[in-house]
């Protein structure tokens, strides 16, 4: 399918197959109507001339490869029904700036947003636990990043090659004002430093 510019999906389609769209590099303009709930995974893996998409609010997933390698987009609107964004699923899409990812995402998988090298800023769901080996490795203009709770695990390898990063935020929340609570965030920061800290950078973590 590579000379494919544009597709628009039927409305009877409920379900985008495995590999569907993998390698269409010409594909610009996709239109996915509320029938669709699933789309498989490598559906749009590739699709390097894709800049924009958005997702209808009957999908609940973002599985692994979906759109790595889209390496010209620029624009995904996620949906509030989306819970889960696979391993994988924004890798090496190099021209990503920036994404919102929707307070309902509890699961991000192991490299989701490994090598989206231009990725500024990023804040975590307040749902979501983990965040997983690689899922940010690579994003070397990352600047900023917020996550919602002292109690998240962070992999090791989760932002390593992060070297402009600046600045991570830990939200306290509303009962987190005990002094137990805080001093809990404050060895969070200490053991944080060697998770987020490179070589390269000095980053602030508050």
């Known amino acids: 399918c590579s000379s494919l510019t544009k597709i628009e999906i039927p409305s009877s389609v409920e379900k985008i197959g495995k590999s569907a769209f993998n390698g269409c590099t010409s594909l ?11 789309i498989s995974e490598y559906a749009f893996r590739k699709c390097s001339s894709l800049q924009k998409i958005a997702l209808p609010s009957s999908v609940n997933s973002i599985v692994q490869y ?5 390496s010209s987009l620029t624009d995904i609107s996620i949906p509030l ?15 990503l700036a920036q ?29 979501v636990t983990k965040i997983d080996e690689n899922t940010f490795n690579g994003c070397i203009s990352l600047r900023e990043i917020v996550i919602p709770s002292f109690s998240i695990t ?9 070297q402009s990063l600046e600045k991570v935020s830990i939200l306290a929340q509303p009962e987190n004002e005990s002094t137990g609570m805080m001093q809990g965030q404050s060895r969070l920061t200490g053991m944080m430093q060697g998770k987020f800290k490179s070589k ?5 973590i508050q």
């Open 28 to 38: 610009v303009d996709v239109i996915i109507p509320s029938s669709v709930t699933y």
């Open 200 to 204: 390269n950078n000095k980053c602030d």
């Open 81 to 95: 029904s989306v819970t889960f964004i696979g391993s994988f699923a924004f890798n090496k899409c190099s021209s």
């Open 99 to 127: 994404i919102d990812i929707p307070s309902s995402v509890f699961l991000i998988g192991k490299s989701a947003f490994c090598d989206c090298e231009k990725l500024l800023e990023i804040s975590i769901p307040p749902e």
């Open 66 to 70: 979906t759109f790595s390698e889209c």
């Open 154 to 162: 962070v992999d090791d390898t989760a932002f390593l090659k992060c």
